[in-house]
T-cell receptor
């Protein structure tokens, strides 16, 4: 199994541009999570999906952020328009719900820099 | 191949015990090693280590990094039931992070 796959690994963009981050969860996992990591706030949960349905998006900072999961094998996190304060590492993680031990598998992250 | 390995995979202890969790790594371009505590859906950041031999402490938790032997340990003294969680180790190599599979700690009253 290739694990959770995120792309791109590193994105540098100008303020105001649209940014799309992608995630492919582990096959068979039915929960998917998007996190943002900054040194100031640590790891924040942005949104999570269960069986492709958004369950809790209360962590999404504002309307500029949106996430979709059109099928069980793909999710996107979009920022439009991007701002310098969005610069962070964005992680995707997946899990087979019901394990009871929070058996998350994390992707390797996308490091976003907005200039 | 870059990798991060945590041990043990799971651990059950009694309140008051001291535990040591291990994280070993083989990566290129090491920048830092991070420890997280995950008990709900968002891991809580514990420590970031960049230099060998310097112990970081926060209450009953402490951690140290050995860049020569390529590992880190997380110690928890006088464990409490609230310490029950999965502890994650991650290594930052600059353009990506590698996470270990975590150690599941259960503290029994």
């Amino acid at each position: 199994d290739a694990g959770v796959i995120q792309s791109p690994r590193h994105e540098v963009t100008e303020m105001g541009q649209e940014v799309t981050l992608r995630c492919k969860p582990i096959s068979g996992h039915n929960s998917l999570f998007w996190y943002r990591q900054t040194m100031m706030r640590g790891l924040e949960l942005l949104i999570y999906f269960n069986n492709n349905v958004p369950i809790d998006d209360s962590g999404m900072p504002e309307d500029r952020f949106s996430a979709k999961m059109p099928n069980a094998s793909f999710s996107t996190l979009k920022i439009q328009p991007s701002e310098p304060r969005d610069s962070a590492v964005y992680f995707c993680a997946s899990e087979l719900t019901g394990l009871g031990n929070y058996g998350y598998t994390f992707g390797s992250g996308t490091r976003l820099t907005v200039v | 191949e870059d990798k991060v390995v945590q041990s043990p995979l799971s651990l059950v202890v009694h309140e008051g015990d001291t535990v040591t969790l291990n994280c070993s790594y083989e990566v290129t371009n090491f920048r830092s090693l991070l420890w997280y505590k995950q008990e709900k859906k968002a891991p809580t950041f514990l420590f970031m280590l960049t230099s060998s031999g310097i112990e970081k402490k926060s209450g009953r938790l402490s951690s140290i990094l050995d860049k020569k032997e390529l590992f880190s340990i997380l110690n928890i003294t006088a464990t409490q039931t609230g310490d029950s969680a999965v502890y994650l180790c991650a290594v930052d190599i600059g353009n990506q992070f590698y996470f270990g599979t975590g150690t599941s700690l259960t503290v029994i009253p």
